[in-house]
C-alpha cells in the first residue's frame, strides 16, 4: 500500500503522497502543497529537497556507499577505463565491446579543436585562473556549435557529447602551457584518453615523452572518482541552466564555475595550499586543527566534511590508498602525505570532528595525487572538472529526456511591505 503523508496547518489535515526509490529513500512529494494550503516549503541550502528523480547514482552518506547505475565505486575505480564510466553513466549501461570500441573511437576523432578557439585563448592573461579559462571557453564553444541552440534531434545531441568529451582535455592543457611560456601541444589520436591529455600537458616539442603508465592509471582512477556525484552544487546548476532548455556547452559552462569555488571543487586547491602553510609553520597540526574549531578565525579545514557523508566518504578511502601506492611506485617522497595523515588522525580523534560528523572528502588526499603526477596546484580543480564532465552530461541528458520544467525556487519575501515613492529631490 503506497504511503501518505499528513500535515495538519491551521487545525486542517492535508495529505501528500509518500515517492519511494529503489533503494528505500523516501520523499513527501509537496508538489501541490502551494496550491491546496497557500504554504510553500522553505530549505535554505537545499538540505531537505529532493530536486528530481534521478536513475544516475546513488548515494548513502550515512553507510558510505557510493554507485553509478548500480556499480559500486570501489569496483569501477579498480577495474574500469574512464570511458566506460563516462558511457555507462551517459547512456545507463556498461558498454559491450562493440559499443566501447565505438564511443572510444569517435572521443579519439574529435579531440581537435577549432582553431579560431585559440584566438579567444590568446586574449587571456597569462596568470588568468585556468578554471576561468575553462569555463568561457566551453560557453564560447557553443558560438562553434550553433546547431545546439533548437535541435534535440538525439543524434545531434550525442555528437555533441562526443565533442565535450573529446576537447574538453585538450582545452584544459592550454592554460598550463602559457603559464609555463610552452607552445600548446595538438592531441595524439594515438594515444588513449589519459595518455593523450598528460601528453597535451607534458609532451615538449624539443624531447621525447613518453606516458608512465602508472601516472596514466593513477589518473583513470581519479577521473572515475570524480565522474558523478547526483545533485551537488556544480550538477544541480548544470540541471537549473538545461531546465531552461539552454545548450549543453552553456549548461557546462556554468558547472564548471559552480565547481571552482572553495566550498565546492576548489577545495582540492585549498586543501594543498593549507597542507603547504602548515608545513612551512612547522608542521604544527594541532594548532590549525584547534583554529579550524575556533569560529572567529574564519578558517575551516578544507577536505574536512561533506553535505551528505555522515561517516566516511566511500572516494576519500580509495583516494588515501591509492596516493600511498602511487606516490611508493613513483619514488615521490612528498612530506605534505605525513602532514595530511596527522591531521587526519588528529581530527578522527577530536570532539569537535567526531561530534559533527567530519571525515577527509574526497579533496583530501587527491592533491597529493595530482602533485606526485606533476599537475600544479592551480589545475587541481581543472582536473575535478574532466572527471565530473559525464556526470554533468548525463544529469543534463536525463533531465531533458524526462522533460523535467524549468527549475524556479520560491522564496520567503522578507523586504520591507509596500510604501509610498518619494520623489529625488524630496530625499
Ligand atoms: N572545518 C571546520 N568546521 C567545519 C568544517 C570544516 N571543514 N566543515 C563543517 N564544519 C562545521 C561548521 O562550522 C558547522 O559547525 P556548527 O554546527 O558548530 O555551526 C558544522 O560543522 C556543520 O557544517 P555546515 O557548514 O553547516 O555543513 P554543510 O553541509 O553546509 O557544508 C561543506 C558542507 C561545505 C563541505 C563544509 O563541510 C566545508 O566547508 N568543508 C570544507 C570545504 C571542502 O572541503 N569542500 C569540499 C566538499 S566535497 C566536494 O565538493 C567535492
Redo the contacts with the bound molecule.
Keep these: 500500500m503506497s504511503q501518505i503523508a499528513e500535515v495538519t496547518i491551521d487545525g486542517q489535515n492535508y495529505q501528500f503522497p509518500v515517492i519511494e526509490g529503489s533503494e528505500r529513500e523516501k520523499a513527501i512529494d509537496i508538489a501541490k502543497l502551494r496550491d491546496q494550503t497557500g504554504y510553500i516549503t522553505l530549505d535554505s ?1 537545499f ?1 531537505n529537497t529532493g530536486a528530481t528523480k534521478s536513475a544516475i547514482t546513488f548515494l548513502d552518506g550515512e553507510e558510505g556507499i557510493l554507485r553509478y547505475r548500480g556499480y559500486s565505486i570501489e569496483d569501477l575505480a579498480e577495474k574500469a577505463s574512464f570511458l566506460e564510466v563516462a558511457y555507462l553513466l551517459i547512456y545507463g549501461e556498461l558498454p559491450t565491446q562493440e559499443q566501447y570500441q565505438q564511443f572510444e573511437h569517435e572521443v579519439r576523432t574529435h579531440t581537435l579543436v577549432n582553431e579560431d578557439m585559440r584566438k579567444i585563448f590568446e586574449g587571456f592573461p597569462v596568470n588568468a585562473h585556468p578554471m576561468g579559462v575553462l569555463s568561457s571557453l566551453v560557453s564560447a564553444m557553443s558560438a562553434f556549435y550553433p546547431d545546439t541552440y533548437d535541435s534535440t534531434a538525439e543524434d545531434v545531441t550525442d555528437l555533441h557529447i562526443i565533442r565535450l568529451m573529446a576537447k574538453l582535455p585538450t582545452i584544459a592543457t592550454w592554460s598550463y602551457k602559457k603559464s609555463k611560456g610552452h607552445p600548446v601541444n595538438y592531441p595524439n589520436n594515438n594515444l588513449d584518453y589519459c595518455s593523450n591529455f598528460l601528453s597535451m600537458m607534458f609532451a615538449l616539442p624539443v624531447e621525447k615523452y613518453e606516458v608512465d603508465p602508472v601516472v596514466s592509471a593513477a589518473l583513470n582512477k581519479l577521473l572515475i572518482l570524480h565522474a558523478d ?1 547526483e545533485q ?2 556544480s550538477t544541480s546548476t548544470v540541471r537549473l541552466v538545461g531546465s531552461s532548455q539552454a545548450n549543453i556547452y552553456s549548461s557546462i559552462s556554468a558547472g564548471i564555475s559552480a565547481l571552482w569555488g ?4 576548489g ?1 582540492n586547491q ?2 594543498i595550499e593549507m597542507l603547504e602553510a602548515i608545513k612551512a609553520d612547522g608542521g604544527d597540526t594541532q594548532k590549525y586543527i584547534n583554529m ?2 575556533d ?1 572567529s578565525s574564519g578558517f ?8 551528505v557523508y555522515k561517516n566516511f566518504d566511500p572516494r576519500a578511502r580509495i583516494i588515501k590508498k591509492a596516493a600511498n601506492e602511487v606516490l611508493t611506485k613513483l619514488g615521490v617522497n612528498d612530506p605534505v602525505l605525513e602532514i595530511a595523515k596527522q591531521l587526519e588522525a588528529a581530527a578522527l580523534e577530536d570532539e569537535y570532528f567526531v561530534s ?1 560528523k ?1 571525515y577527509p ?3 583530501f588526499y587527491s592533491g597529493i595525487i595530482y602533485r606526485a603526477l606533476g599537475i600544479p596546484t592551480n589545475m587541481f580543480t581543472v582536473m575535478f572538472a574532466i572527471g565530473r564532465l559525464p556526470g554533468w552530461i548525463a544529469q543534463w541528458k536525463e533531465m531533458r529526456t524526462n522533460k523535467e520544467p524549468i527549475g524556479r525556487p520560491r522564496q520567503v519575501y522578507v523586504g520591507p511591505a509596500q510604501r509610498d515613492f518619494v520623489a529625488l529631490e524630496s530625499r
Design positions: 541550502g538540505k556525484h551537488n552544487c572553495p566550498l565546492h571543487g577545495a585549498e586543501v579550524a574549531k569560529k575551516r579545514l578544507f577536505g574536512f566534511g561533506h553535505r559533527r567530519l572528502n574526497v579533496d
